[in-house]
């Protein structure tokens, strides 16, 4: 499968910012090479930083969760150096209030009017450190921009530069001066990440590698290719099996007993939005074309639905004082939801298998060639 590109003519250096990419299969080389420079200066978090990749890729936000000295920032900040553009970082306080987040109207006395001072919002990357810091009126100045690409002040509607992305990190063990994420605000964040700590061999070479000198990430791709590889990734092709099995994973968190989940029947307060089913999709043609596949397969849907769900299913408060977690709930429906064998060769039907363990989804290697393409692009 061949996806046109636009960018400039590909140099010798190997990241070179200019170097322009023609087919589907150099995007797919692109992206490993600038997934090989995040990695020269983090030691470990494989699953974080490939998570930060796709949500570039499928026009998200994501929202990083661990404890301090996690590298969460150091992550943010390397994709966005690897990415380019414009990156600005906000961190978030208690005193800070929505006008220095998306802007504010300055009076000027030397031309009797007032001139509109856009705020760091209007940028490729923002990093916005330890959100859950910042009040609520505060946390909510995000949503129009993480939404619709764009912030109103005094009237007017400014447009954000394209691509754009939110990077969130939130600490999860401080309770004190901490204000935790409204719903509306989550349901906006693609993925939730949940970053834990390294092993003993990661530690060591953490010490050896950013003790002295510590390694800096350097730009692999032009702000003009990003368009390209994002229209690229809205073409990897999404059969109807698999996506039918991403609208089942989450209809299982709104109706549990309809999908053979009755002991999670009031436990579940609100399931996920069709933000969700949104998400699924678009991060699992991402995650496909990091793979080198321009087709969805189940495994990829399995794969990232923790990350997209485990932020959007609220728990009753019977869950809660069970001591039940959203990703107690999430892994239940994940493991017990039936997935789709899509066969290589689509002459008879399509077999369904139900989940018996975390790391089979039930996903053969192929996809139908032409017969599947009467199936739908979601």
């Given amino acids: 499968m061949e996806t046109p590109f636009s960018g400039q003519p590909e140099s010798s250096s190997p990241t070179s910012p200019t170097s322009g990419v023609t087919s589907f299969d150099e995007a797919a080389t692109r992206l490993e090479r600038a997934m090989f420079e995040a990695k020269r200066v983090l030691v470990g978090q494989d699953h974080m930083v490939e998570r930060l990749f796709v949500t570039w890729l499928a026009r998200g936000h994501c929202l990083l969760e661990g404890a301090p000295g996690l590298a969460k920032t150091l992550a943010a900040n390397t994709v966005a150096t ?31 009017t007032f001139d509109v001072e856009l705020g760091p919002v209007v940028a490729n990357v923002v990093l916005a450190d330890e959100i859950n810091r910042a009040p609520a009126k505060v946390q909510s100045a995000l949503l129009e921009v ?48 949940v970053v834990g700590y390294p092993n003993g061999r990661e530690e060591a070479e953490i010490v050896r590698r950013m003790s002295v000198a510590p390694p800096t990430a350097r730009q692999v791709f ?22 039918d ?25 609100h399931g996920g939005s069709p933000r969700a089913t949104l998400g699924l999709v678009g991060a699992a043609r991402a995650l496909a074309m990091m793979r080198r596949r321009s087709y969805v397969l189940p495994q990829d849907i399995y794969d990232v639905s923790r990350d997209v769900l485990r932020h959007r299913v ?42 018996d363990a975390p790391s089979a989804p039930g996903a053969s290697t192929g996809l139908a060639t032409d017969d599947a393409k009467a199936g739908s692009r979601a």
């Fill in 146 to 193: 993480m939404a619709e690409r764009q912030v109103s002040i005094g009237g007017r509607t400014y447009q954000v530069p394209a691509p754009f992305i939110v990077l969130a990190t939130q600490n999860p063990i401080e309770h004190e001066g901490v204000y935790p994420l409204p719903e509306a605000q989550r349901d906006r964040f693609l993925m939730k990440v």
């Fill in 314 to 355: 609220l728990l009753s408060f019977d869950a809660i004082a069970d001591g039940l977690t959203p990703d107690d709930v999430v892994e239940r429906v994940v493991t017990r939801v039936v997935a789709p064998r899509v066969s290589p060769g689509q002459d008879g039907p399509i077999v369904q298998q139900t989940v």
């Fill in 82 to 112: 690897i990415i380019g553009g414009t990156c600005k970082r906000i961190q978030f306080t208690p005193d800070l209030v929505p006008a220095d987040v998306v802007g504010t109207r300055i009076y000027r006395p030397s031309t009797e």
């Fill in 245 to 269: 099995y991403a609208v089942r994973l989450v209809l299982a968190t709104r109706r549990p007993t309809e999908h053979g989940l009755g002991d999670l029947d009031g436990l579940i307060a």
């Fill in 222 to 243: 032009a702000p003009s290719e990003l368009a390209s590889l994002q229209a690229a990734a809205d073409d990897v092709f999404v059969h109807d099996a698999v996506l």
